[in-house]
C-alpha cells in the first residue's frame, strides 16, 4: 500500500544527521520488510544519499505503529543502547522493545513515539515547556550508572573549542558567506559559562521532540550522548524552538527546565552551536554555493556574535 494517509511526520525526526547511501538503503529495506512481515512501511529517514546512514521505518501493526531503526554502524548501535539503557526509567525517552541483528545490519525496535516533532507543529510553549522537564529530569539522572568518564566535557575544554571552532570556520568563511567582519568579532565573544558536565543529549533540537496524540514528548536519537554542561542541552533547545517555532516555545523550554538562560550567554552558547554548524556543514558541501546552507543559519551566527559581545 503505497497511497496511505497520515499526519504530516518530521521525515528528519528518528535520524541523525547524516542519510545513507542507495545500497545501505536497499539493505535496510529487506531487513525492515523481513521484520514488518507484510505490515506497511513507513520510511521515515532522508532520500539524500551518503554514507553510513540509519534508516528509520514505521511499521503499522494490528496494535498500532511502531518504530524500526536500521543503525548504518554497530557503533552507532552501542552508543545509542548503552545511553537508552542508563535512561530506561525516564519519561521522555525513547522506549525499546526489543533489538536484534538481521543479515549483519544491527537494528531496534522502539515503542512509538508520535507522528509528528515541534518542528512541524504551530508553536505550542506547553509543549516545549515539556521538552524542558524532559532535558531536566536527564540531567539530573546519575551519571555514574550513564559514563565512566572523569571529566567528560567541562568549561576549559568550552572555552578552548570555541576559539579552535572559529579558526576553523575561518577557512571557509567564504563558501558558507560569513563575513571577514563577523569571524573577527567572533574571535572577542568570551566563552559561555558552564557547569558541572551532567548526561546530555547534545542535540536536542526541535525536530528531535516527536509528539503522540496525548502530547507526550519523547527526545529521540542517542548516539551522540555524552557528559557536557547542562547549558549545552538548555541552549541548543532554546535556541532551535526559537529559530523553528519562535520565542514563547525557547521560553517554555527555559520555563520547563526550571531556569531561564541569560541574553547574553545564551548568544555565547548560540555563536559556539552556530559556528559548529556552519563549519560540519562547510566540510560535508560539494559546492561553494553559501545559498546551499539553512537560510537563517548565517545571520543567527551573526546576530549572536553582536549579542555575546555587548551582553
Do not use: C
Not at 520488510?33 to 529517514?45: P, V
Not at 571529566?151 to 576549559?156: A, K, M, Q, V
Not at 526559537?242 to 555565547?268: C, F, I, K, N
Amino acid at each position: 500500500m503505497e497511497d496511505i494517509r497520515v499526519p504530516k511526520t518530521s521525515l528528519g525526526a528518528y535520524v541523525g544527521e547524516y542519510t545513507s547511501r542507495e545500497d545501505e538503503l536497499v539493505d535496510a529495506r529487506a531487513a525492515a520488510q523481513r521484520i514488518a512481515a507484510g505490515s506497511t512501511l513507513q520510511h521515515l529517514s532522508s532520500p539524500k544519499s551518503a554514507q553510513g546512514a540509519n534508516h528509520v521505518y514505521r511499521i503499522w501493526r494490528d496494535d498500532g505503529t511502531v518504530i524500526f531503526k536500521v543503525y548504518g554502524a554497530d557503533s552507532r548501535d552501542r552508543r545509542e543502547a548503552h545511553a537508552l539503557e542508563a535512561l530506561e526509567n525516564i519519561a521522555g525517552v525513547p522506549r525499546v522493545l526489543t533489538r536484534g541483528v538481521d543479515e549483519g545490519a544491527h537494528w531496534v525496535m522502539f515503542v512509538d513515539g508520535g507522528k509528528w516533532s515541534l518542528d512541524t507543529l504551530p508553536e505550542n510553549p506547553g509543549l516545549a515547556e515539556k521538552a524542558g522537564e524532559t532535558l531536566a529530569a536527564i540531567h539530573s539522572s546519575d551519571k555514574g550508572a550513564f559514563s565512566n568518564l572523569a571529566r567528560g566535557i567541562d568549561e576549559e575544554w568550552i572555552a578552548s573549542d570555541l576559539q579552535s571552532t572559529i579558526r576553523r570556520l575561518e577557512r571557509y568563511r567564504r563558501r558558507v558567506g560569513v563575513s571577514a567582519e563577523a569571524i573577527e568579532a567572533a574571535h572577542d565573544v568570551p566563552p559561555p559559562s558552564a557547569g558541572e558536565p551532567k548526561v546530555s543529549h547534545t542535540n536536542p533540537i526541535a525536530r528531535k521532540f516527536v509528539v503522540n496524540n496525548k502530547g507526550e514528548v519523547t527526545l529521540v536519537n542517542w548516539e551522540w550522548a555524552t557528559l557536557a554542561p547542562p547549558e549545552w542541552d538548555l541552549s541548543r533547545a532554546a535556541w532551535s524552538m526559537s529559530v523553528h517555532e519562535g520565542p514563547a516555545a525557547a521560553l517554555g523550554v527555559m520555563r520547563g527546565y526550571g531556569t531561564e538562560m541569560d541574553s547574553g550567554q545564551l548568544d555565547r552558547w548560540i555563536v559556539y552551536h552556530a559556528a559548529q554548524q556552519l563549519l560540519h556543514l562547510a566540510d560535508r558541501q560539494t559546492s561553494s554555493k553559501a545559498s546551499d546552507l539553512p537560510h537563517s543559519l548565517v545571520p543567527e551566527f551573526d546576530r549572536a556574535v553582536l549579542g555575546a559581545i555587548e551582553g
